[in-house]
């Protein structure tokens, strides 16, 4: 019988290990052994599995690859060198030095061919559901009606995963949903190695994973390298399951390896010693030694091995041609289906602004429900739009009128109605694996995906949401119930310091609009904002949708909501030079205009500026910043219920602040609002307290 592996093959699989051990050796730190005992599995997927093309990152039919074990980066980078995919030798000489190609752990958008940034465990096998779930959905957007295998969208996803990303809950509730979705086109590899940063996992981790998945709805199957007292790198065996995985249409594929961590290296494999240390000397020379490679040559590469590994890049343009044909045949069948494509993957948005809602003023509407009004409205015009809600698509507002629900058809219920590509998504009671999701969808592809859940639970979500923010990727987080204004539900349900909490996660936009036309605005901005990920805090309770006038504040108008995407602005102007400055966020806005009646009726010039997002108000100019909050104006109050922690830079040494720095309470939302102190008096106090401050100052 044929083997997959030739003997140049083999080769390259030693020189892989030899490389990975080379490079921790010379930074002195790193998690070689993994790496070591997987280059077999990655060379196997690079070279022989995965349709690739190594001059091409971007390439829309290409497989997908997810190294979720991502302190192993080793695995990956050494196949990206030998197949000539941007790596070169120096590239892994630098490894996880300054301004390398080959940080610690791998890092989308720095390393071409890197598909996510891992490290966090958990993350990227969770993510993965995603990526898969965007495949389908991509494809029922653009080639619907193509026969299973035959479209240009058809292609897999790989994940290379380890102990430790099957431990952490993530994974649990991503693969949950994997299996109900069937996702048929996810295959991922286990590295069951058994040893972790405290040796054998087997002081913590006992399951039988096989049958966990099993339960899940998962394909499953196992390659043991352990062949009695003899250990065999058994790639043959591993292409097997692979086909065998393929042909499962159905679920998603687990493939179990066993194997042995940093074999043959001689005194550390199967120890935690190999996981996450250089080896050291005399075990680098006793590993090129049982792999015959020279024992003083660093980063030995020999030229024959080189040439055979980047014979890739023929085989890979091969590949390519034919789907270039197969793009082309499916351009010209659908001229509006393409035109739409290039719009997305030229990050465009069309004009928004004419299909915006507009809400009447005098009504009270609560800020979530403005917002389920105009993502519907903007789903009309927008088809890469979707998404759905952690199992609070009722109170969230976030399903799209009359689209069907992104699922197998059989998975119907007397509510909804299921589709392969709908559009509504139900990640069911999963925080967590909602937001790593929503990260493989927007990584996989140029849809816009959005997922909704209480603000207070965005501390489930939390991981995911920052990672989001590392790889500046567009994520729409709709977080409703943003206040003690949720009301009944007690203080376990009421966000108190979750606002200042998500705001200190560098490159998160996080909008808290005042009313109805505000949230419309800031819909609009969000969605013609491609690289920067986005949370609408949004309330329960209804708020004044205000009389806005058509251009900026005045004495006698207050400014339109247009202004939204300067992320702070002059909502109401005093009767003259303001004397105090009122900052607002969401409900509390409608206190401070109410402050400001008070105010002026006493003489005070009083301004009202709505801040609904603080870091688009630092992306505008200085000059715009000053002129909304003009340094002379040294009286200030903020006003937020939630902490005041975010707000005290614009506060300076004379300001105040109305604020909750405790935890809520139940009872209805007007009652705990008086109880706790967030009324209109509150802030007439404390401007006048400010003001009282800037005089003492003053004398």
Request: with cysteine; aromatic share 8%; glycine share 10%.
């Amino acid at each position: 019988m044929a083997h997959i592996f030739s003997a140049l093959d083999k080769k390259a699989v030693d020189i892989a290990k030899g490389l990975a051990a080379d490079a921790v050796e010379k930074v002195g730190n790193g998690h070689p052994g993994t790496a070591i005992s997987l280059a077999p599995l990655a060379y196997l997927l690079y070279q022989k599995v995965m349709a690739v093309d190594p001059t091409d990152p971007q390439w829309l039919g290409r497989d997908r690859f997810i190294l979720s074990a991502g302190h192993s980066s080793l695995t990956q980078y050494v196949q990206l060198f030998l197949g000539g995919f941007g790596l070169e030798i120096e590239d892994l000489q630098a490894l996880r030095t300054w301004d390398s190609l080959t940080p610690g752990h791998p890092e989308y958008g720095h390393t071409d061919h890197v598909e996510i940034t891992t490290g966090p465990l958990g993350q990227g096998i969770a993510s993965a559901t995603g990526f898969a779930c965007a495949q389908r959905f991509e494809r029922g957007l653009f080639d619907p009606d193509a026969a299973p295998g035959s479209s240009p969208f058809d292609h897999y996803t790989f994940v290379i995963a380890g102990d430790g990303d099957l431990q952490e809950g993530v994974s649990a509730e991503a693969a949950s949903l994997a299996g109900h979705q069937e996702l048929g086109n996810l295959i991922v590899f286990y590295d069951a190695n058994q040893i972790s940063i405290e040796d054998d996992v087997d002081i913590a981790f006992s399951e039988d994973v096989a049958a966990r998945y099993e339960a899940y709805g998962w394909d499953v199957h196992t390659v043991d390298f352990h062949q009695g007292s003899d250990y065999v790198e058994d790639a043959d065996a591993l292409m097997e399951a692979i086909n065998e995985a393929k042909e499962q249409t159905g679920k998603p594929s687990l493939i179990t390896v066993r194997t042995i961590i940093g074999w043959p290296s001689p005194t550390k494999q199967n120890t935690g010693g190999i996981h996450g240390s250089a080896l050291g000397a005399d075990e680098v020379a006793g590993l090129k030694r049982e792999i015959g490679l020279p024992e003083d040559e660093a980063f030995f590469v020999p030229e024959d091995v080189l040439q055979h590994t980047r014979s890739l890049h023929s085989r890979a343009a091969d590949q390519r041609a034919l789907w270039d044909e197969s793009f082309a045949a499916w351009a010209t069948q659908n001229p509006d289906r393409k035109a739409l494509l290039d719009r997305l993957l030229a990050g465009e948005v069309p004009s928004l602004e004419e299909h915006l809602p507009v809400f009447e003023s005098g009504s009270s509407v609560a800020t979530r429900q403005a917002s389920g009004t105009v993502l519907n409205a903007l789903a009309g015009v927008l088809p890469e739009m979707w998404g759905g809600s952690a199992d609070l698509a009722g109170s969230n507002l976030t399903t799209i009128t009359g689209a069907r629900s992104f699922a197998p058809s059989h998975r119907s219920t007397s509510s909804w109605e299921a589709d392969p590509y709908g559009r509504v998504l139900h990640f069911g009671i999963r925080e967590h694996a909602m937001g790593a999701i929503l990260n493989g969808i927007l990584l996989h592809g140029p849809t816009r995906a959005f997922g909704g859940t209480f603000l207070i639970f965005s501390e489930y979500m939390r991981p995911a949401v920052r990672l989001a923010a590392l790889m500046k990727i567009p994520a729409l987080y709709v977080w409703t119930h943003d206040s003690i204004g949720v009301g009944e539900d007690g203080p376990t349900h009421q966000p108190i310091e979750q606002l200042a909490s998500l705001r200190a996660i560098p490159g998160l936009d996080v909008i808290r609009p005042a009313d109805a036309n505000e949230t419309a605005w800031a819909w609009k901005t969000i969605m013609e904002r491609q690289h920067v990920p986005a949370g609408l805090a949004l309330t329960r309770q209804g708020v004044p949708t205000l009389e806005r006038g058509d251009g900026e504040a005045t004495a006698n108008s207050m400014a339109h909501a247009r202004l939204t995407a300067r992320g702070g602005y002059v909502l109401a102007e005093g009767s003259r030079e303001p004397e105090v400055i009122l900052i607002a966020t969401g409900s509390e806005v409608a206190l401070a205009l109410e402050a400001r009646d008070t105010l002026e009726r006493d003489g005070i010039a009083t301004r009202v500026v709505s801040m609904p997002c603080v870091e688009w108000f630092d992306e505008q100019d200085a000059a715009y910043r000053a002129d909304v909050l003009p340094t002379a104006v040294r009286a200030r109050v903020t006003v937020e219920a939630g902490v005041s922690q975010s707000w005290h830079r614009f506060l300076g040494d004379h300001g105040r602040w109305v604020s909750l720095e405790h935890f809520g309470a139940s009872a209805d939302a007007a009652t705990l609002y008086e109880k706790f102190g967030i009324t209109a008096q509150a802030v007439v106090e404390a401007a006048r307290a400010s003001l009282d401050s800037v005089g003492k100052a003053s004398q």
